[in-house]
């Protein structure tokens, strides 16, 4: 089915460790984002790509970087996790316009 | 940066009750959108309006862009209305799509 795939959904982390967040869209689209979710607080965006090739600081990125590999796939990479980054993040793309946000299912992440 | 409040933050009904949600924003927009997060996280996409009305089904959206609110109105509610719903926007400056959103609407449909 097309849509926006993240990988992994759950992933518990040690303060500490690093790892990489995986998303990747089929609809051709050439905006892609990573917001976060925590409670209470809506959806706040991290980075985002406005078309392949390039990435941009959205309103929290400290101690995130992103890499936007081809048009399909953008990645959340977090160096040196902490417990503040405990939270559901989510990968959404667009074209633009009408067309509106498509997003991921979300990982749910934890670090102790 | 654009600021986005959503009222009412909580609300509880009826299975077949109507509800109306609100979406305040400070500054003009080029770029409006509802959406609705189900029980299980996941985001879908109800509504792009930055101005102007639509209808899909039981709901309907109204934007008056000049007045700077957007309302949902959802009709004959069923128990899987139920979820938060989000409303966001992109100030008229902005060039990427980049959306703000509110801290949404926590919606509860009992039987």
Same mark, same amino acid.
Not at chain 2, 65 to 71: K, M, V
């Given at each position: 089915? &097309?849509?926006?795939?993240?990988?992994?959904?759950?992933?518990?982390?040690?303060?500490?460790?690093?790892?990489?967040?995986?998303?990747?869209?089929?609809?051709?689209?050439?905006?892609?984002?990573?917001?976060?979710?925590?409670?209470?607080?809506?959806?706040?965006?991290?980075?985002?790509?406005?078309?392949?090739?390039?990435?941009?600081?959205?309103?929290?990125? @400290?101690?995130?970087?992103?890499?936007?590999?081809?048009?399909?796939?953008?990645?959340?990479?977090?160096?040196?996790?902490?417990?503040?980054? =405990?939270?559901?993040?989510?990968?959404?793309?667009?074209?633009?316009?009408?067309?509106?946000?498509?997003?991921?299912?979300?990982?749910?992440?934890?670090?102790? | 940066?654009?600021?986005?409040?959503?009222?009412?933050?909580?609300?509880?009904?009826?299975?077949?009750?109507?509800?109306?949600?609100?979406?305040?924003?400070?500054?003009?927009?080029?770029?409006?959108?509802?959406?609705?997060?189900?029980?299980?996280?996941?985001?879908?996409?109800?509504?792009?309006?930055?101005?102007?009305?639509?209808?899909?089904?039981?709901?309907?959206?109204? =934007?008056?862009?000049?007045?700077?609110?957007?309302?949902?109105?959802?009709?004959?509610?069923?128990?899987?209305?139920?979820?938060?719903?989000?409303? &966001?926007?992109?100030?008229?400056?902005?060039? @990427?799509?980049?959306?703000?959103?509110?801290?949404?609407?926590?919606?509860?449909?009992?039987?």
């Amino acid at each position: 089915n &097309a849509g926006v795939t993240q990988t992994p959904k759950f992933q518990v982390l040690k303060t500490g460790q690093s790892m990489t967040l995986q998303c990747a869209q089929d609809m051709n689209h050439n905006s892609m984002y990573w917001y976060r979710q925590d409670p209470g607080m809506g959806l706040r965006l991290i980075y985002y790509s406005a078309s392949e090739g390039t990435t941009d600081k959205g309103e929290v990125p @400290n101690g995130y970087n992103v890499s936007r590999l081809n048009k399909r796939e953008f990645s959340l990479r977090l160096e040196s996790a902490a417990p503040s980054q =405990t939270s559901v993040y989510f990968c959404a793309s667009t074209t633009g316009g009408i067309y509106g946000y498509t997003f991921g299912s979300g990982t749910r992440l934890t670090v102790v | 940066g654009i600021q986005v409040e959503q009222s009412p933050p909580d609300l509880i009904l009826q299975e077949g009750a109507n509800s109306t949600l609100r979406c305040n924003f400070s500054d003009s927009v080029n770029n409006l959108q509802w959406f609705h997060q189900n029980p299980w996280g996941q985001l879908i996409n109800l509504f792009y309006i930055p101005s102007g009305t639509k209808q899909n089904g039981r709901l309907s959206a109204t =934007t008056v862009a000049t007045e700077r609110y957007s309302l949902l109105y959802i009709s004959s509610s069923q128990t899987t209305d139920s979820g938060v719903y989000f409303c &966001a926007v992109e100030g008229s400056g902005g060039s @990427n799509y980049k959306l703000t959103f509110g801290k949404g609407t926590l919606l509860t449909v009992n039987p």
